[in-house]
């Protein structure tokens, strides 16, 4: 028997690769004579270099150092996934909002600068194909300090040169904008950005309503934002003709969607379908039996780009069963339908305290993966009677 097993992190507990080898384990105590492949999955925002490198089919792939400009200017080591010519970059990594304690944010004094020095570093060393993954940043300036690492020239009303790197607070400044200097090392390259969100830029459920608190902004920051946002998206898709305002992933990561339409050709698509191409997942369930993913907690939303029915849907166009592990799940009204979906349990199997469940995260995995198995034999015992 040939199983796959593809689940991402479980947040706090475990990681997507230590997730899918306590699975392996306990598979393979029940089912010693199976062939057994661990893949881990991310959905493409935090976390997508540790998860994807750990893949059999990348284990080529080679890490890169850089040092870049962190989200409140000061340095950091940021680092990128180059495979031949294809550069795998997270956005956290520069930008991220863990870069900096909780009580020295405030998002108006946030740049991603940072972001823009890594393309430039990946475009420089003559990759021709970004991914790029958005996803637990601390900025909400639109990519403004990105575009500038780009060679992108911001002047105010006076036609004076706003400095780099620009914060969000410098959006409000923003008078016209120049793309004579961009980098040309854009051209011919494709970039797909991997975005599980769908939110607009601007409104209600835009970048800066939806994420700007926790990333240090009070209710008065937060329209102070929003305003200089709006100003700063009208004044750039005047001078780039460019329209992004309202495409759905615009607001992921402070509006860094909207930025990369604007100022590249830049492919915004769901996050897990990005992770399942360039692992090679299809290749991989290719005469397989079975399919074990599975995340922290499964409830309604698991539906909209969540790992377990990504990996569920590519399993299903080879008519392969799938089965979901969970921390959590939530079966309100003791209903969870999930397409794709064959079977769902949790790996907790008695009455436990959270931190307890999430330190032994990795035993519980192994144990409920054993019970998996040994449940396989019986059935494989029955349909031979």
Known sequence: ??????????????????????????????????????????DGG??????????????????????????????????????????????????????????????????????????MHALESGCNHLIIGLGGSATNDAGMGFAQALGVDFYNREGVLLPSPARAADMQEVYSVDISKQTSLLKDVVIEICCDVSNPLLGS????????????????????????????ASTVEACVNKQATDTPGAGAAG???????????????????????????????TGSNLVITGEGKIDKQTAFGKVPVGVAQRAATQGIPVVALAGTLDLRDNRLELPNIHAMSSIIQKPMQLTEAMADGEALMEMAAEQLGHTLRVGHLIYAR
């Open 1 to 42: 028997m040939k199983i796959v097993v593809a689940i991402d992190s479980f947040k706090g507990s475990m990681s997507a690769e230590q997730a899918c080898s306590a699975a392996a384990r306990g598979l393979q105590k029940a089912l010693p004579d199976s062939s057994i492949i661990c893949m881990p999955v991310a």
């Open 205 to 232: 459920s835009g970048a800066t309503m939806i994420y700007g608190a926790q990333k240090g902004a009070t209710a008065d920051v937060l329209d102070e934002l929003e305003m200089a946002m709006a100003k700063y």
């Open 46 to 119: 935090e976390g997508l270099i540790a998860t994807v490198k750990s893949c059999p089919t990348l284990s080529e792939a080679q890490l890169t150092y850089v040092d870049v400009t962190g989200p409140y200017r000061s340095k950091v080591k940021a680092a990128y996934l180059r495979n031949g010519r294809m550069a795998i970059i997270e956005m956290a990594q520069s930008c991220g909002l863990e870069l900096t304690p909780i009580d020295q944010r405030d998002v108006r004094l946030a740049t991603s600068y940072g972001l823009g020095e890594l393309v």
């Open 255 to 285: 509006g860094m969607g909207a930025a990369l339409i604007w100022f590249t050709d830049a492919l915004l698509k769901p996050g897990i379908q990005v992770v399942l191409d360039l692992i090679q997942i299809d290749d991989v369930l």
